[in-house]
Every structure is written in C-alpha cells, then in structure tokens.
Nanobody, 115 residues
Framework: VQLQASGGGLVQAGGSLRLSCAASGSTFSSLIMGWYRQAPGKQRERVAVISSGGNTIYLDSVQGRFTISGDHAKNTVYLQMNSLKPEDTAVYYC??????????WGQGTLVTVSS
C-alpha cells in the first residue's frame, strides 16, 4: 500500500491550502485516516483524524480553521486548511490505519506559511 500526499506549498498568512492523500494498492477499508505534521526541531503531532464512523478530532490550535474529510472505502483523505498561520509551517503526513491496527504513511508534503 502506498499513500501519495499532495497539495502543499507556499502561502501567505491568512491563506488556504487543501491537502489530498490517496492510497494505491489497498484492498481494505480504513478504520481511521488522519493528518500529522512535523515542524523543524519538533516532534510529529497529530493534526486531525477521522474515523470510519465520521467522528473527527482536531489539534486544539487548528480547531475551527482546518477541516478533515475523506472516503474510507476509497482510502482518500483531505485536509482543508484555512486562515493559515506561520506556526502551521511543517511537513504534513497522511496516515491510514486499517482494522488490524496497521499504519500506512504518506511521504509528506511541505506547507510553508509566510508572515
């Protein structure tokens, strides 16, 4: 299974980006899909996740600005990011967890927010 993330780039503060992640080679429906990020010199943190039941959890600092959505049957997940801030600058990784608790990771896409 390979995950391909896209949509990162350079944006000014206050701008928006939409990240996409699609899985290839998968034959399963995901249990949980999510986005994580890692800024330089910092640990990776969970940004947002969505369960197969549609429940979502967000990092406090992105609540109200970011929206996660996806299709568990197709193993595609999106992250709409609005009102971006310089502190959102990081490499963003998509993640899919299957029903056997196996994790799959995308290669990461860089988001840079300029002030």
């Amino acid at each position: 299974v390979q995950l391909q993330a896209s949509g990162g780039g350079l944006v000014q503060a206050g701008g928006s980006l939409r990240l996409s992640c699609a899985a290839s080679g998968s034959t399963f429906s995901s249990l949980i899909m999510g986005w994580y990020r890692q800024a330089p010199g910092k640990q990776r943190e969970r940004v947002a996740v969505i369960s197969s039941g549609g429940n979502t959890i967000y990092l406090d600092s992105v609540q109200g600005r970011f929206t996660i959505s996806g299709d568990h049957a197709k193993n595609t997940v999106y992250l709409q990011m609005n009102s971006l801030k310089p502190e959102d600058t990081a490499v963003y990784y998509c993640n899919i967890r299957d029903w056997y608790a196996s994790d799959y990771w995308g290669q990461g896409t860089l988001v840079t927010v300029s002030s």
